[in-house]
T-cell receptor
């Protein structure tokens, strides 16, 4: 399978714990995006990378969230000191080029904070 | 800033035609996408419009009017499998291109 893959698919954690999600984009895609989606809402932009450079981070994102793409391939999204409001589906997507191309989404990582 | 509006829910009958509207306000526009998302699954690409007019692709068509900040997705010959959420997304060109999504329209197709 050469699509976007995310790991883990499901994560249940207690409030205050740290969690990390991994995304492996389609291999030739230089852009990688993280979105968050809650029930009944569209995906909310979190951050994106072009190669290893983080181009923009949403102002809605607190300092507890950090993302990296160290070698311009896979990316990680870490949430520190999780809160119940962080419960959501975290979607990763990748695209080729300067952002005008189609985004290919992974299946998402569902986070439940108890 | 950016604002994208689309109806929350729509219902339609199998075999019919349905039009899902999307209006947007953005300080920088570089194209509009429609995605389909079935419950519990990732969004999948349907269409992309950057110029005014109608783009047709099989049973699905998408229209754009940049001057009006308006788009619609037209689904013909509806099938039960078309029951899904339809997401309107604007490619915002301020700074670096990024894709901003609306809340989605949940379409229920009934026999």
């Amino acid at each position: 399978d050469t699509g976007v893959s995310q790991d883990p698919r499901h994560k249940i954690t207690k409030r205050g714990q740290n969690v990390t999600f991994r995304c492996d984009p389609i291999s030739e895609h230089n852009r990688l995006y993280w979105y968050r989606q809650t029930l009944g809402q569209g995906p909310e932009f979190l951050t994106y990378f072009q190669n290893e450079a983080q181009l923009e981070k949403s102002r809605l994102l607190s300092d507890r969230f950090s993302a990296e793409r160290p070698k311009g391939s896979f990316s990680t999204l870490e949430i520190q000191r999780t809160e119940q409001g962080d419960s959501a589906m975290y979607l990763c997507a990748s695209s080729l080029g300067q952002g005008a191309g189609e985004l290919f989404f992974g299946e998402g990582s569902r986070l439940t904070v108890l | 800033g950016q604002n994208i509006d689309q109806p929350t829910e729509m219902t339609a009958t199998e075999g019919a035609i349905v039009q899902i509207n999307c209006t947007y306000q953005t300080s920088g526009f570089n194209g509009l996408f429609w995605y389909q998302q079935h419950a519990g699954e990732a969004p999948t690409f349907l269409s992309y419009n950057v110029l005014d007019g109608l783009e047709e692709k099989g049973r699905f068509s998408s229209f754009l009017s940049r001057s009006k900040g308006y788009s619609y997705l037209l689904l013909k010959e509806l099938q039960m499998k078309d029951s899904a959420s339809y997401l309107c997304a604007v490619l915002f060109s301020g700074g670096y291109n990024k894709l901003i999504f609306g809340a989605g329209t949940r379409l229920a197709v009934h026999p």
